[in-house]
């Protein structure tokens, strides 16, 4: 599932409506729905923060989901890929 799905799903399913997240993480209501229906990359890491966090999100799941590494991994990504290399080999 791409982010824009996910996060719509997570938001209905919180009862949030589309203005008041938007309004909640400071952001237009205009950009938020072109996320959710996939007119728009996932937002910066600030945003999509902001956004886990009034959903009550899993940040890990969030940036899963958005195919892309949370921020304190991004600091490290050496030390990812090695840990990921590692685990493959245990695994195989």
Avoid at 13 to 19: F, H, N, V, W
Avoid at 81 to 87: C, F, G
Wanted: glycine share 4%.
């Amino acid at each position: 599932m791409a982010y824009g799905s996910y996060i719509r799903r997570k938001r209905e399913a919180a009862g949030i409506p589309l203005r008041e997240l938007a309004q909640r993480i400071d952001i237009s209501p205009a950009y938020w729905s072109r996320i959710e229906r996939e007119m728009e990359k996932p937002p910066k890491d600030e945003l999509m923060e902001k956004a886990a966090r009034v959903l009550g999100l899993d940040l890990d799941e969030v940036f899963i989901e958005a195919r892309r590494l949370p921020p304190d991994m991004q600091k490290d990504v050496a030390g990812v890929v090695r840990a990921y290399r590692k685990l493959q080999k245990q695994e195989d």
